[in-house]
């Protein structure tokens, strides 16, 4: 299906898709470089080491070939199968260069190629080149992630409570409706720290943005919010006695923001919302911070020996961080316990599809991904997380901003039979389902672009929206 609005090209000085082109993605690139340079000191084995220095080589050609805009080169069949469908795009894309292609495409593009070095040897197959960067990044969410597990086990016991306590059923829904949009509000928040934009926040930043105060504040940030309009069905389902309810989450960042997503997933459980929640990772390292399965693996194991995982040294700090209490470590242990048991009940189940580290748009899901797209319908909600998904959903493309949603997400709207909620900050030059005014509004502030033509306000993960769209024809 023809999307009728083009997508935001890295050849528009304007949009942040030519400023990720020229100064984001070099940065993310030579990382990698950074990363694989130090894996390879630690390794004795000669022909590891040397296949490490190939994946090198290879890293420095494609910064080498973006940064003096040379044509994107077909990717190197791996004998996945999503490697014909990016080359044929490729070339119906008449083989463009790095500064004028779409940024979705290219940006696809750019970590699936990343991805085909370690994938043609056989050392570094599985190497995860930013696996070192988002565990550290965990580390340092420390503050928040206590916070929120001693909030967690507070809130399940409650419910426990209430649940055995016959309170009077209206008041008991009011408080879980309030419960339910700020369970989601912490989730769409952990998403304003991801780790591809780190280049421009300091730790100290990220740490700000993850506490309680700074979510109250942040709520007045949330330009649409059509979270009650999600609590209803979850809610009506429930009162309707239906047995299976199951809830997707298409993750997007590792660490704290996953962390988060299995907050909502274990209240969901937890409060009845849900019967059953299906995780949906990349399967390959992904614009950088993205949740791949060794990822959950890694946050369950930091939460299994949380005392270990606090006590090795944050790579951005010199301080020797401080043992965890009694209380906080029983608090994170408790966390383990209740999300492993829903796990080992097959209620928390993790799906990985390689649809999601291809270069499609969701536009292009009911054709592309037919079973998936069938499991997404069985589903009471799908929650799409981040901006990248965002940008899918919408194709990214140049909407007007007062574009409805359920306009902009095509196939996926209306008669999809799809429930949508996409929890997103802004990162990115697509938005569409504000008010009318609004974008000129928040252009005019301070650092918002102003008459310059550019989207600067949403390109800092300041702003957020919380769109739904029921699916129903
Ligand atoms: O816009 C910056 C950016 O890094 C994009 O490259 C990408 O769409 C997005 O942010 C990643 O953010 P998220 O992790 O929220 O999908
Ligand atoms: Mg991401």
Known sequence: IEVPIAPYATCDRKSFAFTSARDRWPVILTGAIDDVHRAIVAIDDEPKRKEGKTI?????????????DRHLTPLVDDGKPDIPSYNKELELS???????????FAECYLYRRVHTLFSLSDHWKTYDVFSRQKMSTFRSSRPAVLELAAKYKELVSQLESDVKSAKDPEELDAAERILFLEMCEICLWGNA????????????????????????????????NDLPAAYKVLKAAQNAGKKDRPVDIILDNAGFELFVDLILAGYLLAAGLAT????????????????????FAALLGALANPQGFYSTPDEHSDQVPEALSRKEASDLSFLFQHWAGFH????????????????????????????????LKASEL??????????????????????????AIGPMGPASNVRTLALRTCKADTVVGLPGGADERLKGMEDGGGDSGARKWAWSGKWAVAQFCDGKA
């Open 56 to 68: 090198l080589e290879g890293l420095a050609k494609l910064k080498y070939e973006l940064q003096h």
């Open 94 to 104: 008449g083989n463009p260069k790095w500064f004028n292609v779409p940024w979705l």
């Open 193 to 224: 720290t991801d780790l591809s934009l780190l280049t421009s926040l300091t730790y100290e930043d990220i740490q700000k943005l993850q506490g309680a105060d700074a979510r109250k504040e942040a709520e007045k940030n949330i330009l649409v």
């Open 276 to 295: 059953r929640i299906t995780l949906h990772p990349k399967t390959i390292p992904w614009f950088v911070s993205d949740v791949i399965p060794d990822d």
């Open 344 to 375: 080992a009940e097959g209620q928390l189940l993790l799906r990985p599809n390689l649809f999601w580290t291809s270069a499609h748009s969701y536009w292009q899901l009911p054709q592309a991904e037919p079973r998936l797209y069938e499991d």
């Open 382 to 407: 799908v929650i799409f997380k981040g901006d990248l998904n965002y940008r899918k959903l919408t194709a990214d493309a140049m909407w007007e901003p007062t574009t409805p949603f359920t306009t």
